[in-house]
């Protein structure tokens, strides 16, 4: 029995592991790498169709995106998730499918007027429908037997509507061990969804460590913070602009305006139109308030007894086409658009941004964490123009950001958790998190909770029954140029050899100066030839 770490290894996203037990081969999650990359993920040390069955954790693209890729190259097996991880794989899967295809034909069309090479999607809409064929709904609490040996049990993580950390239970030479992988795990007192369910424990773990090294502060006032923003921008007569993303946090938000709403928390502005401009954005909603009474927390429920929809109300309007998009921004009437993407990169909030940045009077309001080099983080760091569509944006709205809202538990959570288990296990790997982090809550968990943590390396192999490494994969930080394994270790060779060279010019000093000359000749005619 062993896992095989092939992806989230010291960075947070492209979530893959393989669990190699009685006999099957399983993987847990099997995303998607976004952002910058900073570790090598070695390829599947198998053929795809060798793959008994996918788990997957929940539907974030970091975890499931890569899973049309698997079907396309011969996955047949089975996909296990939960009944609102299946439903919302399918619209995310398909809009990650539409973006393959449209990249690669960008990318074509490109190299065609360049004379350069055809490549083609990473996977196309036709192989996520492939993989979405492949799916079982599951649901938290029951034991599913899947394979000889091998059984799981889904438990709510909190972190996304049908997230879930999944138990595996493999038998195997007449003994039974148990192996839980946490998957994303939530923060708590967010709106719609259960805060994480707290685990019994298993002899193998696997934990994420986003904000393994961080505290989210006391609990935030959402509703508090939105309203003052959008009281001060509807009185200034603009438009509040809010970048967000499709699934979850949108939702969260239509949650926050309908209580404010409801609660009559805005004066002077009586039924202001709130947009919800993306079509995925909308599709997502609309699974969120599709009766998934499984998934929602006591508030939720409790609305919905009293005939309350929670992400519903006066003066919420959707729009799907580019027509509906487009109209949002010929009315003048002061209003609230929701948009994605999250972070400003893509996607029609770059219209709604164009139509607003310029305006003092309206505000550009961030909900969620906004990486390096986004046009959001620009934004937020206080840039007075922007490109967009080829044109300079002056910056003149209001730039607002809404803190303590975060998908994620916190280094306090997540140690709660660990130490929720009256069954103790006997290894932990820390995953998900970036560099340091793994390894300072790694440290964190031998520390506090007397475990035996590591934070492990893509393309690391730990034996399970003999308790040791098989390898430990790789730990040098990735070129920015990317670059394959195989090129990368050859490349490796060439700098040994750089090395040595240093070393046999350092020998050779005192030679005499004609031999030295000699020597520098050859070594510059060398660098002459490759310098390019
Ligand atoms: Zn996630």
Known sequence: MKLTFLGAGHEVTGSRTLLTAAGHNILIDYGMEQGADLYENPPLPLAAGEIDCVLLTHAHIDHSGMIPR???????????????????SEIMLLDSAHIQESEAQWRNRKAQRAGGEIIEPVYTVNDAQAALRLFRPCTYGPTYPILDGISISFQDAGHLLGSASITVTVTE??????????GDLGNVH???????????????VVIESTYGDRLHGPRADYAGQLTRVLQDTLDRGGNLVIPAFSVGRTQELLFLLREIKQNGRIHGHDGFPVYVDSPLSVEATNIYS????????????????RGI????????????????????NLDPEPKVILSASGMCEAGRIRH?????????????????????????????????????????????AKIEQMDGISGHADQSMLLNWMAAMTHKPKKVFVNHGSDAVTDTFA???????????EAPYNGSCFDLTAMQWQSLGFRTHMEKRKVSVRTNAVFQRLYQAGRRL???????????????????????????????
Not at 173 to 182: K, V
Not at 192 to 200: A, G
Not at 352 to 372: A, C, D, M
């Open 309 to 328: 929809d929670p992400i519903h109300f006066p003066g919420l309007r959707t729009s799907t086409t580019s027509q509906e998009s487009m109209a949002i």
């Open 290 to 305: 599709g009766g998934m009474m499984e998934y929602y927390d006591d508030e939720t429920l409790d609305l919905l007894s």
């Open 443 to 453: 440290a964190l968990l031998r520390e506090k909770l007397q475990l035996d943590a």
């Open 352 to 396: 709604h941004l164009k139509h607003n940045l310029w305006r003092p009077q309206s505000t550009i309001l961030f909900v969620g964490y906004q990486s390096e080099g986004t046009l959001g983080r620009k934004l937020l760091d206080g840039a007075k123009s922007v490109k967009l569509f080829g044109e300079e944006i002056q910056v003149n």
């Open 70 to 88: 698997l079907a396309k190259e011969g996955f047949r097996g089975p996909i296990y998730a939960t009944e609102a991880t299946t439903k919302l």
């Open 502 to 532: 240093l070393n046999v010019i350092e020998k050779n000093r005192g030679l005499a100066n004609r031999e030295l000359a000699k020597f520098a000749d050859q070594v510059t005619a060398l660098c002459d030839k490759w310098d390019r």
């Open 190 to 204: 967010r709106p719609l969804i259960r805060d994480p369910q707290m685990p019994v424990g298993a002899d193998f």
């Open 173 to 182: 030479d007449g003994s039974t061990e148990t192996l839980l992988f946490s």
